[in-house]
């Protein structure tokens, strides 16, 4: 298979490593970018995995809290310039609005939905592009709940290029909730606890991690040691609870939340375009293709 200069600047984009060593990697693994972050991981060249693509898209998180109910969403649009119209931000707030009071099963049930005005969800988002000229599409979105004892963590950083929605119970601290969804802007962890994490996705990193020991030359008979100490490290990664507290690096996560009397039962962290891939565009055209619209 033949190896692009794109393959080769994605992998770089995903494990931090040389250019040389990631061309190697995907050669080697005959263009497979998994089994190519795999062998960077192996040969103790590349950071962690991260299975997020970069960031492309445009557009904004929201976030709305109506007593015991809540909806975090993602609308996308085709630039940040329209990302801060204000018909653009008054279009995601009416989004938000519908969502939590239809509560759909999914984005294309929403948009099939009649809103209050009478127009389907879907025809008032193609209404705003024709207003505003841009493609326009409401991405996501997740509905959560909790009762009068618990308490609902809304954060959004950047203006809504980020959007956390977490739940404490046992709690109706919200500035302690929000502090928790604020860590996880910060930290981007996957889960909440060590428990949420499969099996198969531990025994996979245990694989990776102990063919990095032998890899460094390390003796056989405490390489297994070694794999289980840097397993634990692998867990303060990718689980909030075990992560060192960002307002508090002395404390975790876990410790604080402990502390207000409440339990993290969950959250939900949307970043803007994460996972879509955007066309990369000369910058100065996208400027120009903006003045030429108005």
Known sequence: MAITAQM?????????????????????????????IDFLRE?????AAKKADRIAAEGTTYILTEGNEAV???????????????????????????????????????????MENGDTVETRINNAIAKIGEKLSLRRFEIKTKTDNDAFGAYLHMG?????LSVLEGTTDEAAAKDVSMHIAALNPKYVSRDEVSQEEVEHERQILTQQALNEGKP??????????????????????????VKNPDQKVRQFVE?????????TRYEVGEGIEKREDNFAEEVMNQVNKK
């Open 8 to 36: 080769v600047k994605e992998l770089r984009e995903k494990t931090g490593a040389g250019m040389m060593d990631c061309k190697k990697a995907l050669q080697e693994t005959n263009g497979d970018m998994e089994q190519a």
């Open 43 to 47: 040969k103790g060249i590349a950071k």
């Open 72 to 114: 975090i969403l993602e609308v996308n649009s085709e630039t940040d310039f329209v990302a801060k119209n204000e018909g653009f931000q008054v279009l995601v707030k009416e989004i938000a609005e519908h969502l939590l009071k239809n509560k759909p099963a999914s984005a294309e049930e929403a948009n099939a939905q009649t």
């Open 160 to 164: 809504g290029r980020i959007g956390v």
């Open 220 to 245: 056989e008979n405490i390489v297994a040691k070694m794999v289980e100490g840097r397993l634990s490290k692998y867990f303060e990664d990718v689980c909030v609870l075990d992560q060192a507290f």
């Open 259 to 267: 502390s207000k009397g409440g339990t993290l039962r969950g959250f």
